[in-house]
């Protein structure tokens, strides 16, 4: 049964992600992308981790693909006309170092399976909210803390990056102006 | 017949192979961003996959911390996307292939 889902799952989320570098269009990249995290997330459903696969949903899914597609939307891009493709010579590298990476998913497959580990979903309750939290506020309460920090300098650097006027204030601006004539 | 840990980190690889694949082919800004995306969603199954077939949390609590991590850096990443569109009326990174305007 669970070979059948992870074997639905995992190609759901191989064939959303082939698609999505395919796509032309950005929007539907990002719709295939959305797809790549729906899979994920009944793949973490699968291992046993119900906590993360309802944040993958709802952070990925939800929040960040949102924020994608509006900016998609925003700048209007499917108007980018099509231009001759350029580094071409590169091509061939980033298909023999692709290979090698697929050589290496096929060497984890056939020589890294001599010792299994024994999968332990009936027993565990690690995915449950109660564990995750119970290890956040206690033995990694100081990376929860910086992770907040992290949120608080993204929130500055978003809104100050975004602003139309420019990275400085007006006031600062002139100055440099004045400086520089 | 249940999946071994090996099946997970194939097809965590094989979405991280896609993802740099992504990176290296694409030419718009927002797709980039996409599939770095992606990228760290193969990394997260990884840990996910561990943390559950070693029933230790540590490596959910990883997860939720790079998820942190990742609405990070869409904010600040669009941001700057935002920033270059109206410097250069354009997503092409091939046009921003320099600091200067």
Not at chain 1, 5 to 22: D, E
Not at chain 1, 128 to 148: A, M
Not at chain 2, 31 to 52: G, H, K
């Amino acid at each position: 049964m669970l070979v059948v889902l992870f074997i639905l799952f995992a190609g759901m989320a191989i064939g959303c992600a082939i698609s999505m570098v395919a796509q032309r269009n950005p929007l539907y990249s990002a719709i295939s992308l959305i797809g790549v995290f729906i899979s994920l997330a009944c793949l973490y459903v699968t291992l046993s981790a119900p906590f993360i696969a309802a944040v993958q949903v709802i952070v990925y899914a939800g929040a960040i693909m949102v924020l994608v597609v509006f900016v998609i939307m925003l700048l209007n891009v499917d108007q980018a006309e099509r231009q001759p493709r350029r580094l071409r010579s590169l091509v061939p590298i980033a298909v023999g170092l692709a290979a090698i990476l697929f050589a290496e998913a096929a060497f984890i497959i056939f020589f890294v399976n001599a010792s299994p580990l024994t999968p332990t979903h009936n027993v565990s309750n690690v995915g449950l909210t109660t564990s995750i939290g119970t290890g956040l506020f206690t033995s990694y309460l100081l990376p929860f803390e910086i992770t907040s920090i992290l949120l608080l300098m993204a929130i500055v650097g978003a809104m100050s990056l975004a602003r139309r006027g420019g990275l400085l204030p007006a006031s600062a601006r002139d100055r440099d102006g004045e400086k520089s004539q | 017949m249940t999946p071994q840990l090996s099946w997970y980190l194939a097809l965590s690889a094989v979405l991280f192979t896609i993802g740099v694949v992504g990176v290296m082919i694409k030419r718009n800004v927002i797709s980039m961003f996409m599939c770095i995306e992606l990228m760290l969603n193969a990394v997260n199954l990884t840990f996910v996959a561990f943390s559950s077939f070693r029933s230790d949390v540590s490596g959910q609590l990883f997860v939720f911390i790079v998820m942190t991590v990742a609405a990070a850096e869409a904010a600040v990443g669009l941001g700057i996307i935002i920033a270059i569109f109206r410097n250069r009326e354009s997503l092409d990174v091939d046009d921003s292939s320099v600091l200067k305007l």
